[in-house]
Each structure stands twice: as C-alpha cells, then as structure tokens.
C-alpha cells in the first residue's frame, strides 16, 4: 500500500460531494460518514496479514483465510465515532478503543481528554480513523499513544485531508500509511480544511 492515498473510487467522490455540501442534514451526514468509512476500509486494510485456513464447505474442503491477529479501529473522539461505525461493518470481530482529543481554537493544539485503552493492547494493528486530518496535530498524538501502547502497526483513514496534516504527520510517523478520501488545497487561516466540508464533529452531531 501506498503511504499516502487518496481514493479514486467513484463511490467515494460521489458521496464525498454530497458530504460537503453545506446543506446536507445530520442525518445525511452521519449515513455517509460511515459509508465512506467502509469503503475506505477496504482500501486501508488491503495489506492486512492474514494465515490460511481450511473450511468444511457442504461438498468437501475448501481454502480459505483469516486475520493473522486481532484488528483494532480507534476512534479519535469524536467526530471519529461515525467512522468507526462503518468500519465495524467492515471488521465486525474488531476491538474498538477510544481516544478523546479535541482542537483548542486558538492554538490548534490537541488536548487529551479521555484515553480508554484496554490495559494489554494486544491489536496486531490499528486503524485510527478520523474524519478530517487539518493541521495533522490530533492524528500524530493519537498515534504516539498507541505507539506508547505497543500497537505494531498503525493505519491513520480519514475523510478529508489538507497536505500540511499529510506533511506533519508522515513527518512525525514515517511508516504510518495515510489512506484519504480526499486531498484538499489547503488550511484557511484559522486551521480549517479549505475547501473542505465545515467542522465534521458539528455536522456529525448539530452543534455548530
Ligand atoms: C477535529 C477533527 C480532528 C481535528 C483535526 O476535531 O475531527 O480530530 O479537529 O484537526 P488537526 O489535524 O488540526 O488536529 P475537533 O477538535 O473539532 O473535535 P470534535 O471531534 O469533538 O469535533
């Protein structure tokens, strides 16, 4: 897999559009949110290791795989939920951990508020999902935490990426691959994804 991807599936370019759009409701927000979530999973776990198998089909035995370890999908509170979600759709055996970092506006540095990590994170990998990475600050921090946990191998998915959270966090965390439905132009001033699609914790969840 590539380190950094950004989708090419008209599924997703579809659903992004709508995504954006200024009028789409929650509701609408939330079912795309996790849409996007699965397909992008597919595209993130591509290279996920497996080990054969044989299984006991009607007729006689067939080969087969699965999962060489337990998956971990981790939520970044908490526009991450929705997109964990679609990816339990995916991988629904997965353990889900959740990390509570939110954006201060003024500095745009992530602030850690709730950490609930099993006491053994025994996850062969874990995909660290986040609807929009902007200035790349919460994504690094979550993946140092999980570093910090013992977690082998980290996949960051996101929605939306802007190149200055792509820099940072390939910067931060060179063999993390970064799987994007998007890649935006730019930050605007104040740290939003331009264009983008507003504040996907917001859209999520009717608070702007
Ligand atoms: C948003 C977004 C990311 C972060 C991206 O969350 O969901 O977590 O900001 O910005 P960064 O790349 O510059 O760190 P926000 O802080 O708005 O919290 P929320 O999920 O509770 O809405």
Known sequence: MPLVSESTHPLVKQKLAMLRAADTPPSVFRQLVRSLATILGVEATASLPTRPTVVRTPLGDAPGVELDGPVAIVPILRAGLGMADGLLDLIPEAQVWHIGLFRD?????????????????????????????????????????????????????????????????????????????????????????????????DRQFATG
């Open 105 to 201: 506006e003024a500095t745009l540095k992530p602030t850690e508020y709730y950490n609930k990590l099993p006491s053994r994170c025994q996850a062969r990998c874990a995909l660290v999902v986040d609807p929009m990475l902007a200035t790349g600050g919460s994504a690094v921090r979550a993946c140092e935490i999980l570093r910090n946990s013992g977690v082998p191998s980290l996949t960051f998915v996101c929605l939306i990426a802007a190149p200055e959270g792509i820099a940072r966090l390939s910067g931060a965390m060179p063999d993390v691959p970064i799987v994007a439905g998007a890649i935006d132009e730019r930050l605007t001033d104040i740290g939003f994804i331009y264009p983008g699609l507003g504040d996907a914790g």
